[in-house]
């Protein structure tokens, strides 16, 4: 059974210092990953995804991830975060296009 | 864009009682979910639907039930409120496919005293 290890509850960091959002999972299968955001009080957005092709992925509000299939890993990264970035991350995965399963997600916060 | 609507952002509710929570889509999605999200836990999967009418257990079914009777609706029900149900309840709604990701509702947070 797939399943999702976020290995940090919470990330502080500076503003415009970069960061990594660590996210590992299993699963015997292919899968598609995704990374979602929630901001205060609001539901979770679509920051960005991998189906296939290119391990680089670009997002919105200038995040990446990087699918790396030998360490089951899709760490995500920003090189300069905002005060706007502070919010819950969570990373999901989908073996085949099945129903998602979600990492317990990292609080990240952004310090001015 | 696909909107999601949660009928209620905050609901305080008493042990015993039997809550409603509502959700609707405009985008005409062919599969509904049900989640509750806990500090530390993430999002737990309650309950889905593919189709109206039909309806699947997730990991965490017990408690709870759903409807679909149309569509763009998806209920969820507690049929008698306890105090472990005290959370925040998102509905997700996705286009049919693998590729496509799901689109959330704004959450109910559900406070049970």
């Known amino acids: 059974a797939q399943s999702v290890t976020q290995l940090d509850s919470q990330v502080p960091v500076f503003e415009e210092a970069p960061v990594e959002l660590r996210c590992n999972y299993s699963?015997?299968?292919?899968?598609?990953l995704f990374w979602y955001v929630q901001y205060p009080n609001q539901g979770l957005q679509l920051l960005l995804k991998y189906l296939s092709g290119s391990t680089l992925v670009k997002g919105i509000n200038g995040f990446e991830a990087e699918f790396n299939k030998s360490q089951t890993s899709f760490h995500l990264r920003k090189p300069s975060v905002h005060i706007s970035d502070t919010a819950e991350y969570f990373c999901a995965v989908s073996e085949l296009g099945q129903n998602f399963v979600f990492g317990p997600g990292t609080r990240l916060s952004v310090l001015p | 864009d696909v909107k999601v609507t949660q009928s209620s952002r905050y609901l305080v509710k008493r042990t015993g009682e039997k809550v409603f929570l509502e959700c609707v889509q405009d985008?005409?999605?062919?599969?509904m979910f049900w989640y509750r999200q806990d500090p530390g836990l993430g999002l737990r999967l309650i309950y889905f639907?593919?189709?109206?009418?039909?309806?699947e257990k997730g990991d965490i079914p017990e408690g709870y039930s759903v409807s679909r009777e149309k569509k763009e609706r998806f209920s969820l029900i507690l049929e008698s409120a306890s105090t472990n149900q005290t959370s925040m309840y998102l509905c997700?709604?996705?286009?049919?496919?693998?590729?496509?990701?799901?689109?959330f509702g704004s959450g109910t947070r559900l406070t049970v005293v």
């Open positions: 997700a709604t996705r286009d049919a496919g693998p590729h496509y990701g799901y689109t």
């Open positions: 699963s015997s299968v292919s899968v598609y």
């Open positions: 985008m005409d999605h062919e599969n």
């Open positions: 639907s593919y189709d109206v009418k039909m309806k």
